[in-house]
């Protein structure tokens, strides 16, 4: 809301060049309640609201966390309204920090492998991908490589349960994306800005 009033301000002409990420945090469901909100990485959100309940994403996406320092529970969120946290596939109202995903355009490419340190059965994917076990033909990935892109895992197919998010970089081990096993049942790009 707060976004489309600034770019009815400004005017059609500026819109396009005045694009930034926003979330809006509420204490209470279906966005009652104290808010709070935000376009950048917070650390730590307890000063700002004691529970979140509902959430409305004004644009861009971000990963959102339940503990300080982006520990716990992750959550995906994009553009669009969550009027509980059941609607992000949240276990609380507990949400304590949110990092930004920056926009990204260029080509997706990630590399999983069946063992720790890439060893085992390697595969590249470019795409989404909703069953690992379809393709991969394990259920299990102990280390990835992600060249370009971000993408976001999750614990059971079609993308439900846990979900974590990757960027460009080395995980040697699943516990460096922080999960707590190496169970991957999907996995996607994060394409919806």
Not at 17 to 26: H, S
Request: glycine share 6%; proline share 3%.
């Amino acid at each position: 809301m707060f976004v489309k009033r600034q770019y009815k301000k400004l005017g059609k002409h500026m819109e396009s060049l005045q694009w930034r990420p926003w979330i809006v945090f509420y204490e209470d469901k279906n966005f009652q309640g104290r808010s709070y909100e935000c376009s950048n990485d917070c650390t730590d959100l307890h000063t700002y609201f004691s529970r979140c309940n509902s959430i409305r994403v004004e644009s861009g996406c971000f990963m959102i966390y339940e503990r300080p320092n982006y520990m716990g529970h992750q959550y995906f969120m994009k553009r669009g309204e969550y009027s509980d946290y059941q609607r992000w596939m949240g276990f609380s109202s507990s949400i304590r920090s949110c990092r930004l995903i920056p926009m990204y355009r260029g080509p997706y490419r990630l590399r999983i492998y069946e063992k720790a340190d890439y060893g085992g059965h390697m595969m590249e994917f470019t795409d989404d991908c909703p069953c690992v076990s379809d393709r991969f033909h394990h259920r299990h990935v102990y280390s990835c490589n992600v060249m370009n892109g971000y993408w976001i895992f999750y614990e059971y197919p079609n993308y439900r349960g846990r979900q974590y998010f990757l960027k460009s970089g080395d995980y040697r081990r699943y516990r460096d994306w922080c999960a707590t096993c190496a169970i991957v049942g999907s996995f996607r790009r994060v394409t919806d800005y």
